[in-house]
C-alpha cells in the first residue's frame, strides 16, 4: 500500500469488514424463514422472494456505482450505499407489512451493491504481490463468513428473534461508516471526464476477450461453491434429516477448507504465474466433481460422501478465483470500479442461474453436483488456455500487472 503500514491494516480490516457485510444479509437470515413467515402471516416461498428481490437490488446498484465510482470517487458513494443499506435494514427490522418489507429490503439491496468497491479498492490501494495476497484473503474470508452464517443466524434467531440479523448487520455498518469515513482520503477518481458514460466504461472493458475469460473463470470457480451452498439444506436437511444445528456445524467443517486453499493460494502466488495458479485451482474442481460422481454411484448418501469432494472443490476455489480476478483487474487499472462491476454482475449471473438449474433437477443432488464440477471446470480450462495462447501469439504476459 501507498502508506504507513497502520493505514494498511486498517484498509486490510475495513476490506474484510466488507466482505462480511457482503455475505450478512442473506446467509444470516435463512434460519429465520419460519419466524419470517409467521410474523408477516405468508408463505416461506414469499420470504425466499424477498431474497431473490435482494440479489436483484444488488445487480441493479452495481451496474451504476462502478463505473460512477471511476468518475466521482469511491468513498461517496460508499458512504451513501451503507447509509442506505442501515435505513433499509432498520427498516426491514421495524417493518410490520409484507409488502413494506419487500420494498425496504430492496432499498438494503440497494446500499449493498456498494460493497462491489471491495476489488476496486484493493486495486486502488495495494500493488504487486501485496495485491494478489489481499485478494487470497479476501476469497477465503467470504469462504469462512459464508459457512459460519447459518449458525450465527440461529444464534440470533434464538437470542433476537427475526429482527436480530438486520440490527445487528445496522450495527456493524455503522461501524464501517464510521471507519470508512476517517480511513479513505476522497477515493481519488482514476477519470478525468467529467461526465460518467456508463455503457462506454462497460464497453471498453467487455470488449476484452482476455478480461471476460478471466471473470468467467472467477464466475464459474466461485459457481461451483454457491451452488452447494444452495442446495446444501436439501442435501442435509431433507435428505440426511439432520437439525438445524447439525448442518450449521457441517457448514464449520466446510470452511476450514477455505483456510487451507488460501494457504496453498498464498504459497503459490508467490512461486507461480496467475495462469498456473488457475490450472491448479481448476484440476482440484474437476478432481471433486469425478469424487463426487464415484462416490454417488459407489456409496450410500452420508454427510462423508458430500463433505470430502466439497473440501477438494473449496480448496481449488479458494486458489483460482483470486489469480483469475487479479488477471481481470489489472487489464483495465484506470477503470477498476467499472471492471469490478461487470466481474460481479458476470459472478452474481453464473452463480445465480447455474445454481437454480441444479437446485431443481430431477436427478440425484450429489451426481448433478458433480457434473457440474467437471462440465464447468472444464470450461474454464479451456478459457485459461486460450488466454495463454493469445498471450504467446501477441507476446505479453499472462497476467498484467
Known amino acids: ?6 493505514k494498511k491494516r486498517s484498509a486490510v480490516a475495513l476490506l474484510l469488514t466488507l466482505c462480511l457485510l457482503g455475505v450478512f444479509p442473506i446467509d444470516v437470515l435463512l434460519p429465520s424463514f419460519p419466524a419470517l413467515s409467521a410474523h408477516f402471516v405468508t408463505s416461506p416461498a414469499d420470504i425466499a422472494l424477498s431474497i431473490s428481490l435482494f440479489a436483484v437490488g444488488i445487480a441493479l446498484s452495481q451496474l451504476l456505482i462502478g463505473p460512477l465510482s471511476d468518475v466521482i470517487g469511491r468513498k461517496g458513494l460508499l458512504l451513501g450505499g451503507i447509509a442506505t443499506a442501515m435505513i433499509g435494514a432498520v427498516g426491514c427490522a421495524v417493518a410490520t407489512d409484507y409488502t413494506a418489507f419487500l420494498c425496504l429490503r430492496f432499498v438494503q439491496a440497494l446500499g449493498c451493491g456498494c460493497f462491489v468497491l471491495s476489488q476496486a479498492l484493493v486495486q486502488d490501494l495495494f500493488e504487486g504481490q501485496e495485491r494478489d495476497r489481499l485478494r487470497i484473503l479476501m476469497v477465503t474470508a467470504t469462504g469462512i463468513f459464508i459457512s459460519v452464517s447459518p449458525l450465527a443466524g440461529a444464534v440470533l434467531q434464538s437470542l433476537l428473534d427475526w429482527p436480530g440479523s438486520f440490527l445487528v448487520f445496522a450495527a456493524l455498518a455503522a461501524v464501517v461508516l464510521v471507519k470508512t469515513s476517517l480511513l479513505l482520503d476522497g477515493a ?12 462506454r466504461a462497460y464497453q471498453r472493458v467487455c470488449s476484452d476477450v482476455d478480461f471476460v475469460s478471466y471473470w468467467l473463470i472467477s464466475a464459474l470457480a466461485f459457481t461451483c461453491h454457491f451452488s452447494f451452498i444452495v ?35 498464498a504459497v503459490l502466488s508467490r512461486r507461480l504465474t496467475a495462469g498456473q495458479q488457475i490450472v491448479i485451482g481448476l484440476c482440484l474442481i474437476l478432481a471433486s466433481g469425478l469424487v463426487m460422481l464415484h462416490l454417488a454411484t459407489h456409496a450410500p448418501l452420508s454427510v462423508a460422501t458430500v ?64 457434473y457440474a464440477f467437471i462440465l464447468l471446470s472444464g470450461l474454464s480450462l479451456a478459457l485459461n488456455s486460450q488466454i495463454h495462447r493469445r498471450a504467446r501469439r501477441l507476446k505479453r504476459p499472462e497476467n498484467v500487472e
Open 1 to 6: 500500500m501507498r502508506d504507513a503500514p497502520e
Open 188 to 199: 481519488r477518481p482514476v477519470t478525468t471526464d467529467s461526465r460518467p458514460k456508463l455503457f
Open 231 to 265: 442446495i446444501s439444506p436439501l442435501i442435509f436437511m431433507e435428505q440426511l434429516q439432520l437439525s438445524t444445528y447439525d448442518f450449521s456445524v457441517i457448514l464449520l467443517y466446510y470452511g476450514v477448507a477455505y483456510i487451507a486453499g488460501g494457504i496453498v493460494a
Open 307 to 370: 463433505l470430502i469432494p466439497m473440501v477438494i472443490c473449496t480448496a481449488g476455489t479458494t486458489i483460482a478465483r483470486p489469480a483469475a480476478t487479479s488477471g481481470a483487474m489489472c487489464l483495465f487499472p484506470d477503470n477498476a470500479g467499472t471492471s469490478a462491476s461487470a466481474g460481479s454482475i458476470l459472478i452474481f449471473i453464473c452463480g445465480g442461474l447455474i445454481s437454480a438449474v441444479i437446485s431443481v433437477s430431477p436427478t440425484d443432488l450429489p451426481s448433478t453436483l458433480g
